[in-house]
């Protein structure tokens, strides 16, 4: 068997997020792999036979994005199979009549007894303000189940047909974590259903897809997240059907998109023990990593757990929100996966919810000590300062939701944490001071996984109208690249393997129009010009 062919890369700006040389001339490849980086002259010199030469042009070439916290397939799942409810500034649903129509349409293409389905629909941004009724679903149709579920996958309303199939009424009894929405006078249903306990698998990313639709989803994700520079992706909260369908790939397929599954923690430790231990394929572009969590719920719903009320409570039993479980609990299960060995990625809003997971995590480092274990808090949107400095000490990272500064950064200012709060939502550059380590993602499909986006909400911090949360807490071009490369792929174990221009890592790349490192008011202008992945161009722009 031949030598892998060389392709040599030049003319252009080349950041390799390597601190040892982070600014290079040229990068040689050999098949999937870096094979060196430096100056044009000595990789020319390394070469037995002529290499295939790309041209940047001028462009700038940064390593491949890399997601680190979302729910791939879930927006190919969305765009095939499901209606969107969106509301601006993502959609164009404003209003509950808009909502209903779509749904409505859906119905007459739907065969009788089969779902339909409404994602992302956002009670805080349509007229209304509220989230759609079970009679209003019920004047969808009768005849088919009718399930709408909120954009931040944390509640839904379901018809009467939808309540009847799951077996619910007005005798069901709240689950911890969860609740029914219930008539103040009668107590019958209203249809909303509120929390992931509550939900079920009506609140999996996974609810109605079989083999052949998770297969045709992840293809038009992956289209996706090609287009915008990223080449590896995490499904954050797999249910054991989900495990199976990622490990339904073929032996030896390349599926176009290398990826990291976290399984529920709720699935250990059957799902890695004794009988009922799932066997995971061999296969080098998959693999299980951490177990996800939930601490808490999320802001638009007013379930994220806050140490102090929201700004305006819509709750008045509940002003600060609430815990999804039971903090004895969650410390028996963080225990329990910390001890087993595994990471451990946590759902934690709310400043209070970050409280528990902290909290869980020293009670289970001293049980098991380890020294480089990566938990992470996952949003940590209001992480406070005494968390920052006791995360540093106990060595627990946190994944950023930058992009809620531009979708709900207003709604956060005037409605959910007021203006002194929401000025430090998301607190990268506090995390700096504090030598805590943390990522960017977007949460897809909760909003779209757009890297560029994502860097500009990060680093100018601009909401939907314009307004600047918070100047304190910006950072730097190059921090939010990091975050979304190297430090990205640090946050789940694969910088030896990835997210740096370095010898003997894969080769995936990312080319942009142009650099944007020192022209932060340039990002929104910024397009990705190819994506390079394991050595080939995957994607260019026409």
Known sequence: MGEAAATLYFNGEILTMDDSQPKVEAVLTRGERIEAMGNLTDLR?????????????????????????????????????????????????TDMATALARLTEKAKQTPKGEWVMGVLFDNTAVAEARMPTRAELDSVSLEHPVWVIHASGHNGTANSFVLKQQGLNRETPDPVGGRFGRDPDTGALTGLIEGISAMGDLGDTDFLIDRERFWQGFNACRDEYLEHGVTFAQNAW?????????????????????????????????????DTAFEWPETPYMRLGPRKLFTDGAFQLQTAYLSAPYHRPSDPDAPR???????????????????????????????????????????????????????TVIHG????????????????????FSAH????????????????????????????????RYTLHNDAS????????????????????GRTLGDAEKI????????????????????????????????????????????????????????????????SAS
Not at 381 to 400: C, H, N, P
Not at 476 to 492: D, E, G, N, P
Request: hydrophobic share 35%; charged share 20%; aromatic share 6%.
């Open 45 to 93: 010199a390394l070469l037995s036979d002529p290499a295939e030469e790309v041209d940047l042009q001028g462009h700038c070439m940064i390593p491949a994005f890399i997601d680190p916290h979302g729910h791939f397939p879930d927006p190919g799942f969305i765009k095939l199979f499901r209606v969107d409810l969106s509301a601006p500034p993502r959609g164009d649903c």
């Open 238 to 274: 797999a249910s054991r059907q989900m495990v199976e369908h990622f490990a339904s790939v073929p032996a030896g397929a390349d599926p176009g998109m290398d990826l990291v599954i976290l399984p529920q923690g709720e699935l250990e430790p059957e799902l890695s023990q004794g």
């Open 321 to 375: 929100g609430m815990p999804y479980c039971d903090p004895d609990i969650f410390n028996q299960k963080v225990r329990m996966l910390h001890g087993m060995g595994f990471q451990i990625h946590c759902h934690c809003n709310g400043d209070a919810g970050a409280e528990m997971l902290l909290d869980a995590i020293e009670s289970a480092l001293a049980e098991h000590p380890r020294s480089d274990h990566r938990h």
């Open 381 to 400: 949107q209001v992480l406070r300062d005494d968390q920052l400095e006791r995360m540093a000490k106990i060595g627990v990272t946190v994944s950023f």
């Open 405 to 436: 500064i531009h979708f709900w950064g207003d709604r956060h200012y005037d409605t959910f944490l007021g203006p002194e709060r929401a000025m430090r939502i998301s607190p990268a550059a506090s995390a700096d001071r504090y030598g805590v």
């Open 446 to 465: 909760v909003t779209p996984t757009r890297p560029l986006h994502l860097t500009h909400c990060a680093v100018n911090r601009k909401t939907a109208s």
């Open 476 to 539: 730097s071009v190059l921090s939010a690249f990091k975050a979304q490369t190297i430090t990205a792929a640090w946050q789940v174990f694969e910088e030896d393997e990835r997210g740096s221009i370095s010898p003997g890592k894969v080769a995936d790349f990312t080319v942009l129009s142009h650099n944007p490192v020192n022209n932060p008011e340039r990002l929104e202008g910024t397009k990705v010009v190819h994506t390079i992945r394991r050595g080939r161009c995957v994607y």
